[in-house]
T-cell receptor, first 114, second 111 residues
Framework: EAQVTQNPRYLITVTGKKLTVTCSQN?????MSWYRQDPGLGLRQIYY???????DKGDVPEGYKVSRKEKRNFPLILESPSPNQTSLYFC?????????????FGNGTRLTVT | QKEVEQDPGPLSVPEGAIVSLNCTYS??????FMWYRQYSRKGPELLMY????GNKEDGRFTAQVDKSSKYISLFIRDSQPSDSATYLC???????????FGTGTRLAVRP
């Protein structure tokens, strides 16, 4: 089944403890992206990647890192999480950026930072 | 001013009703318009895609774009309880540009 898989689905951590949220897609998509979804603010892009080894900042990149060493994987790294990073995170992928190609989303990771 | 505005709802309608969901946007440069549906505890999924002005129909769903008013709509005919979800509009200026999402409207269809 074609899908974007994120892990974990739920994560509770403490301020400053480094964490990684994994994202993997099995559709051979070139473009991958991370979003956070907050009430009243909607989906905001954190980072995106047009292809392997090519990443760029989105609208809210502060406090996050990403890497794209392989086409299928695009992990999101929080080196020193803070409470304002408590949010619902989505990974998404599409064949190529733009045009009619739809974004395929994972089922989300709910992160709580205390 | 946000680039795209969307009423958060919630919107509650009886089964069988016609539902109208709307977004307004501020920049006339936007050309690509999409609607995503997001069920509870799931990621958004693409529902409708429209380029430039006009209507597009797919089953019970119709997407409408009025570029002169900078207004986009999604109509759902004969709404069903399974349509209960959050609906997000998404817009893009050009083919390679990023997507800008509305905040979403939560819809509940009562049996």
């Amino acid at each position: 089944e074609a899908q974007v898989t994120q892990n974990p689905r739920y994560l509770i951590t403490v301020t400053g403890k480094k964490l990684t949220v994994t994202c993997s897609q099995n559709m051979n998509h070139e473009y991958m992206s991370w979003y956070r979804q907050d009430p009243g603010l909607g989906l905001r892009q954190i980072y995106y990647s047009m292809n392997v080894e090519v990443t760029d900042k989105g609208d809210v990149p502060e406090g996050y890192k990403v890497s794209r060493k392989e086409k299928r994987n695009f992990p999101l790294i929080l080196e020193s999480p803070s409470p304002n990073q408590t949010s619902l995170y989505f990974c998404a992928s599409t064949l190529v950026a733009g045009g009619r190609s739809p974004l395929h989303f994972g089922n989300g990771t709910r992160l709580t930072v205390t | 001013q946000k680039e795209v505005e969307q009423d958060p709802g919630p919107l509650s309608v009886p089964e069988g009703a016609i539902v109208s969901l709307n977004c307004t946007y501020s920049n006339s440069a936007f050309q690509y318009f999409m609607w995503y549906r997001q069920y509870s505890r799931k990621g958004p999924e693409l529902l409708m895609y429209t380029y430039s002005s006009g209507n597009k129909e797919d089953g019970r769903f119709t997407a409408q774009v009025d570029k002169s008013s900078k207004y986009i709509s999604l109509f759902i005919r004969d709404s069903q309880p399974s349509d209960s979800a959050t609906y997000l509009c998404a817009i893009r200026k050009s083919s390679g540009d990023k997507l800008t999402f509305g905040t979403g409207t939560r819809l509940a269809v009562r049996p």
